[in-house]
């Protein structure tokens, strides 16, 4: 069964607007966490935000934040003020569990193209 | 700058050579990963090593064989491979104790290899 679910294969976004990545998850844990990932055309994976299932607030860093519906079981990606250089692969990705040989599992991926 | 440094960054191969990915971090990470990413596609776990011991072997087949001389380096070796193995290899490390940290993982710029 699908774990991790990223429906938009594709997204355009005006530069300096705002762009909602969606991402919806499957998992019978208390405890888990959840990961969003960039990777822009050179290969190298770049993290850039968690939120673990027990946080009470949505995470944020800088100019994403996590909207994190746990009855929902979704944890989109909110980038405010899209730039050029945020075009790129974002993968969502979820930790289960807390035992010391947990997996990171990753949903198909988004494909962000922000336009000029 | 990636901590994490993968060598080479590009290789080719044919089906009947032996060669080797290098994977190095400096971060302390007592847990160390290989991902396999075939294009357009998310990162697919391979193998995970925590203190250095074997914890998690995805049913990967032998002609991958992986090697933690130590905390720091992480290798993979290649032999007899096929085509279809080409792709895009991502190493990656992470602090081990559940609750230290996020969990994040850090990754590579990954190896790609081409398989003739």
């Known amino acids: 069964a699908q774990k991790i679910t990223q429906t938009q294969p594709g997204m355009f976004v005006q530069e300096k607007e705002a762009v909602t990545l969606d991402c919806t998850y499957d998992?019978?844990?208390?405890?888990?966490?959840l990961f969003w990932y960039k990777q822009p055309s050179s290969g190298e994976m770049i993290f850039l935000i968690y939120q673990g299932s027990y946080d009470e607030q949505n995470a944020t860093e800088g100019r994403y934040s996590l909207n994190f519906q746990k009855a929902r079981k979704s944890a989109n990606l909110v980038i405010s003020a899209s730039q050029l250089g945020d075009s790129a692969m974002y993968f969502c990705a979820m930790r289960e569990g807390e035992d010391s040989s947990y997996k990171l599992i990753f949903g198909s991926g988004t494909r962000l193209l922000v336009r000029p | 700058d990636t901590e994490v440094t993968q060598t080479p960054k590009h290789l080719v191969m044919g089906m009947t050579n032996k060669k080797s990915l290098k994977c190095e971090q400096h971060?302390?990470?007592?847990?160390m990963y290989w991902y396999k990413q075939k294009a357009k596609k998310p990162p697919e776990l391979m193998f995970v090593?925590?203190?250095?011991?074997?914890?998690i072997n995805e049913s990967v087949p032998s002609r991958f064989s992986p090697e933690c001389p130590n905390s720091s380096l992480l290798n993979l070796h290649l032999h007899a491979l096929q085509p279809e193995d080409s792709a895009l290899y991502l190493c990656?490390?992470?602090?081990?104790?559940?609750?230290?940290?996020?969990?994040?993982?850090?990754f590579g710029e990954g190896s790609r290899l081409t398989v003739l």
């Open positions: 990656a490390s992470s602090h081990r104790l559940a609750g230290l940290n996020t969990g994040e993982l850090f």
């Open positions: 090593y925590s203190y250095e011991k074997l914890s």
């Open positions: 998992t019978s844990d208390q405890s888990y966490g």
């Open positions: 971060m302390g990470h007592r847990a």
